[in-house]
T-cell receptor
Framework: DAGITQSPRHKVTETGTPVTLRCHQT?????MYWYRQDPGHGLRLIHY???????DKGEVSDGYSVSRSKTEDFLLTLESATSSQTSVYFC???????????FGPGTRLLVL | SQQGEEDPQALSIQEGENATMNCSYK?????LQWYRQNSGRGLVHLIL?????REKHSGRLRVTLDTSKKSSSLLITASRAADTASYFC??????????????FGKGTLLTVNP
């Protein structure tokens, strides 16, 4: 998994509660990404980061915020979780000058 | 909106047979990539083909790209049960600097029966 860990790996929460997912990388990569994967939709980009404190929106950013205060950590926050945010969330990094991405193991989130 | 669309959505074959998956996309791209996802796991990069390339090989994988038709195909030869997974195409477009945004299709679920 290219030195990428995600925590927690599974989480059940209730509608309206805040949730923060963490992505941690050990290889000092500049670019980090958050995706969500849903049946019938494939993977969709939520937010990405191109450096410490530098982030930008992806295709499905509404209801999500991100922060990157250290190179190694990229946090995804659901300020007030909704059932539509039940999904599997994947973090990815872009390896150096390569155009490919390397994915973490995923976080399965259930919002009741 | 999804850039890549795989076809078929599901494919079931016998071990030893070849598997072909197709991907169509809508806009210009820098490159097209194929990823594999085993059940419950993250995606793993398989192969990348650039927009100025027509064919690429890696082991038992063969990828073709037809930019005039905006389509790509992934061929897995002599399939094995371990090839059972979902396969995704992803189109890459440069979004500034060295950043490339990937847009994924919905995937093809390949089942290889022993």
């Amino acid at each position: 998994d290219a030195g990428i860990t995600q925590s927690p790996r599974h989480k059940v929460t209730e509608t309206g509660t805040p949730v923060t997912l963490r992505c941690h990388q050990t290889e000092n990569h500049r670019y980090m990404y958050w995706y969500r994967q849903d049946p019938g939709h494939g993977l969709r980009l939520i937010h990405y980061s191109y450096g410490v404190k530098d982030t930008d929106k992806g295709e499905v950013s509404d209801g999500y915020s991100v922060s990157r205060s250290k190179t190694e950590d990229f946090l995804l926050t659901l300020e007030s979780a909704t059932s539509s945010q039940t999904s599997v969330y994947f973090c990815a990094i872009k390896g150096g000058q390569q155009e490919t991405q390397y994915f973490g193991p995923g976080t399965r989130l259930l919002v009741l | 909106s999804q850039q890549g669309e795989e076809d078929p959505q599901a494919l079931s074959i016998q071990e030893g047979e070849n598997a072909t998956m197709n991907c169509s996309y809508k806009t210009s791209i820098n490159n097209l990539q194929w990823y594999r996802q085993n059940s419950g796991r993250g995606l793993v990069h398989l192969i990348l083909i650039r927009s100025n390339e027509r064919e690429k090989h890696s082991g038992r994988l063969r990828v073709t790209l037809d930019t005039s038709k905006k389509s790509s195909s992934l061929l897995i030869t002599a399939s094995r049960a371990a090839d059972t997974a979902s396969y995704f195409c992803a189109t890459a477009r440069n979004s500034g600097g060295s950043n490339y945004k990937l847009t994924f299709g919905k995937g093809t679920l390949l089942t290889v029966n022993p």
